[in-house]
């Protein structure tokens, strides 16, 4: 935290709601964390930093709180603390058993004396739950204090957030079409955001001037680039890097090779779609945040990477902690993170360019290259990876899809991985039965084939005009799909039953305390208090944690600040921009509007209400989703279900589908996002009005970008087609083409219908709530059972889903790395994993980003590579192989509706 003269506001400054405190201390805080040893499951006679799962700093800062707190007040506090996180995987299981523990037991209130231990390890855990999170992770990179006086909103912030908005907003479009395609990610933004502000800092100089129309000045040079500047610019990079839904709902449309609609390359068209579709997520992020930010529960695992790298940047506290082997670490965090840096970025070009076995460590397929069996069991590159015990030397595979094991708790990690191995079983079960005519195809693929074993021609089942021909469709073939696809499909099914059965049975209690808050948030008051906030707006029945309080002194929903000595805005403009419900349901509706008109205006043939169907599904599963992850940091996505429900409805319609599915799955999966960004500012007690404002101008910076990017990417020629140039060959838009084709124009019916040959993958969605109602009956059963606890059924499927294309082998490493971080080091040396745990995630996440990026440009752009066997492949690691063969015209059965037609 930045030193200073100015005062500090902290999490004990505000008295708790309930009367749960009987005086107010104040401590500034410097965050210092030391080992408290312990061991992997300590007993009653280990310390109370092994029970409550703290460091000794934690524990000391805590104790003068806890001394302040009456008996009665710490029993009202447990009650609801054990109502919120009694089904909470991430809330310490021995301080669950110890709150259940005094709770049950009567005698605690009548006889003291008896059960001082007890009393004191629950006062002290009621100290550390307010005074700071009950979180070890969240404790770790996140403050516990404010400086309400430290400037976020000066105009560097803005400047260089609006500059690298736009940038990565055009660097993300122009490359999203390119294979393999180049991403830049918020940590790379925020590294590179920091010299530019140091720069800005030491070189602009302090000339000041008074913004028109009103009193209030502005320095061109602020003074100290901040650490909420900096978080600011991080915010609305993540924000732009979100791209709209034109990267594919417009490629298909426009191109001459896809539906060939020419209207599609409208100025007009681009952008009120493209506002739409990112205005639509940001408004809903905003009605969503008494569910998924303000509760403590909802910790965002992604964020604490982010806010790791920040404080890395500017803190310039380096205590020292004991490490494996009993070593003391005396590294600062900024050094670390340096040297890891330096570190990944020479080791990525091994495994991604000099030696590529290192990434596809197939080691037990150089056995015997040409034995199927065993490339199709433990293969990485066309099998299953699966019964490897070593499958990959690289970071970046490991942590395909963000399933980062450092950044993750265990129990997903472990979840996801026990998920994906039973699909992989059950694959193998379906593959070598020939069910569903798998054996003819590749046993881990996500492209659709015909029943010549070829890559399905879209084309030879629509007329001239693109539209679906049944009797061309007859005559040519339905679509197949291999193992894994398959199944994949019915547990995407299972998926989204199982996460609304589990919101509903394991978080009844938050979604009460949430639709009463958000109701309270719609109201029209008078001002009551001037220091009514975000944080007594949302704990109705809930403890407020420390940060709900630090960011009370920030106006929040109500327009109780006139003038005060933070901001200077005059009376009329504090009233007019406050962030209330009204702001976020305003900007849905506007969207809404623009989204009626992207689609009304021009000959799209597609009813407008397809806009209000599926904003209306996905206000129905944006809280299940965002709490599945802001407590797992596993995302639910949505496109299957959009395209399931949309086929049905618009069965015939590929474009109406497309439509329907882009306002259910890209507006979920953008508000999920944007949740995640006001939880950053959150954290990082960023004023509501700042984000509010940063969020909505890197949301406008970015679709007006990504609309001019892709105007010019349509000019290229032949994007989009095997002859491109610069490799953009489009894969995203082919597969986004081909699924719009099955279940927009050929449609469910015929695929998963009561004729259709998928019939039976229907059974997901009965599958999913059955899984979930059974193991919540066995933690009922069960309730102190810890194993039991840490068994998280929508992780598991989740797991489930990371297959097609990629295996087991991309996800078995992250198991004995989860171990060794969350179990191992977390355990035993708390202070060490809480200093550089979050540090290292950033840091190999930045590398390789930086590496890939110059790989790209340089080596991979001029088509230069390194011919050896350590970057060759043999047998069917080298080529697909298949089960069964067919002969040439042969071809096999059964199509859609039963019929078996002769081969020609």
Excluded at 215 to 241: C, D, V, W, Y
Excluded at 713 to 724: F, N, P, R, W
Excluded at 785 to 797: E, K, Y
Aim: glycine share 6%; with cysteine; charged share 15%.
């Amino acid at each position: 935290m930045e030193k200073g003269p100015q005062p500090q506001q902290d999490g004990g400054g505000q008295a708790q709601e309930g009367g749960i405190f009987d005086k107010k201390p104040h401590y500034p805080i410097e965050k210092v964390h030391t080992v408290a040893s312990q061991d992997v499951e300590p007993d009653r006679d280990h310390t109370l930093g092994g029970h409550l799962n703290a460091t000794e700093d934690d524990i000391l800062e805590a104790k003068e709180l806890a001394a302040s707190m009456s008996l009665e007040s710490a029993r009202i506090l447990m009650t609801k603390v054990l109502a919120i996180h009694n089904s909470d995987p991430n809330f310490p299981y021995l301080t669950l058993q110890t709150i259940k523990e005094f709770l049950s037991n009567d005698d605690i209130m009548e006889n003291p004396e008896k059960h001082e231990r007890l009393i004191e390890e629950i006062k002290l855990e009621a100290a550390l739950i307010t005074n700071n999170s009950p979180y070890a992770e969240v404790r770790a990179v996140v403050d516990n204090s404010d400086d309400p006086n430290i400037p976020a909103s000066t105009i560097r912030a803005w400047s260089i957030g609006i500059l690298f908005s736009a940038i990565i907003a055009a660097v993300n479009q122009l490359f999203s079409i390119r294979q393999p395609h180049i991403r830049l990610d918020t940590n790379l933004a925020q590294l590179l955001a920091f010299p530019a502000g140091k720069a800005w800092e030491k070189w602009m100089p302090e000339y000041e001037f008074t913004i028109p129309f009103t009193s209030n000045k502005i320095n061109l040079n602020p003074g100290r680039f901040s650490k909420k500047e900096h978080m600011l610019i991080a915010i609305m990079a993540a924000t732009s890097r979100a791209l709209p839904v034109t990267n594919y709902l417009i490629w298909t449309q426009a191109l001459p090779q896809y539906f060939n609609q020419p209207y599609a390359r409208s100025n007009s068209y681009i952008f009120l779609n493209a506002f739409a579709t990112n205005f639509i997520g940001y408004g809903l992020a905003g009605l969503t945040r008494k569910f998924l930010v303000y509760p403590s529960y909802c910790v965002w695992p992604k964020s604490l990477v982010t806010i790791a790298l920040n404080a890395a940047l500017h803190n310039e506290n380096n205590p020292e902690v004991m490490g494996p082997f009993k070593k003391i670490w005396k590294i600062s965090r900024y050094r670390f993170f340096l040297y890891s840096v330096a570190g990944i970025f020479v080791y990525f070009w091994f495994p991604n360019y000099i030696f590529q076995a290192l990434t596809y460590f197939s080691w037990m397929t150089w056995i015997a290259p040409d034995n199927i069996h065993l490339s199709v069991l433990t293969g990485m590159q066309n099998g299953l990876g699966m019964f490897n015990p070593i499958t990959t030397f690289d970071w970046n595979a490991m942590c395909h899809n963000d399933y980062d094991p450092l950044m993750l708790p265990s129990f997903v990690s472990f979840n996801a991985a026990s998920g994906m191995f039973l699909l992989g079983l059950l694959a193998i079960a379906v593959w070598y039965t020939n069910t569903w005519n798998t054996g003819y195809l590749p046993i881990n693929s996500n492209r659709v084939f015909d029943h010549f074993g070829k890559l399905y021609n879209i084309s030879a089942a629509l007329d001239k005009h693109g539209i679906f021909d049944l009797e061309k469709y007859s005559k040519y073939s339905a679509p197949y799909m291999s193992a894994t696809q398959t199944l994949t499909h019915a547990f995407f099914y299972a998926i989204y039953t199982a996460v609304i059965t589990h919101v509903i049975l394991y978080h009844r209690y938050e979604l009460s305390m949430g639709f009463k808050n958000l109701i309270k948030g719609f109201r029209f008051k008078k001002n009551k208090s001037t220091t009514k906030g975000v944080g007594e707006q949302t704990v109705e029945g809930e403890y407020m944690d420390v940060h709900n309080r630090l960011m009370a002194v920030y106006p929040e929903g109500t327009a109780s600040y006139a003038t005060n000595r933070f901001f200077s805005y005059r009376t009329y403009l504090t009233k007019a921009f406050t962030v209330s419900e009204w702001w976020y349901f305003s900007i849905l509706v506007i969207s809404i509007v623009f989204g009626i008109l992207g689609i009304a205006l021009f000959p799209t043939y597609t009813s407008p209400a397809v806009v209000l169907y599926g904003l209306l599904l996905a206000a129905v599963f944006i809280i299940p989703v965002g709490l599945v992850f802001a407590m797992t940091g596993l995302e639910v996505p949505l496109n299957v279900l959009g395209e399931f429900i949309g086929g049905l409805m618009m069965e015939g319609n590929a474009l109406a589908m497309n439509f329907f599915k882009s306002y259910i799955y890209i507006t979920c999966t953008h508000a999920v996002h944007f949740a995640n960004d006001l939880k950053l500012a959150h954290y990082v007690h960023i004023p509501p009005r700042v984000t509010f404002a940063g969020q909505m101008v890197a949301t406008l910076v970015s679709t007006l970008v990504c609309t001019g990017v892709l105007k010019f990417q349509m000019e290229i020629k032949d994007v989009c087609t095997s002859h491109a140039p610069m490799r953009f060959w489009c894969p995203g838009n082919n597969i986004f083409f081909t699924a719009s084709v099955i279940w927009g124009t050929i449609g469910p019916t015929k695929v998963v219908g009561k004729d259709g040959q998928y019939k039976w993958l229907l059974l997901g969605f009965p599958g999913g709530i059955l899984a979930v109602v059974l193991v919540w009956a066995l933690k009922k059963r069960w309730p102190n059972s810890r194993a039991l606890r840490q068994i998280h059924v929508v992780a598991a499927i989740a797991g489930m889903l990371g297959w097609a294309p990629y295996n087991f082998a991309y996800m078995w490493p992250n198991v004995p790395i989860a171990w060794l971080s969350w179990i191992y080091i977390r355990n035993r040396y708390l202070g060490f994993w809480s200093k550089y745990n979050f540090v290292l995630s950033a840091s190999f996440s930045a590398g390789i980003a930086i590496a890939g990026t110059l790989m790209l440009f340089s080596v991979q752009w001029a088509g230069i590579k390194i011919n050896w066997w350590g970057n060759t492949s043999q047998g069917c690691e080298a080529k697909v192989c298949t089960l069964y063969t067919l002969a040439k015209g042969e071809r096999f059965y059964p199509w859609w509706d039963g019929t078996k037609i002769p081969a020609p």
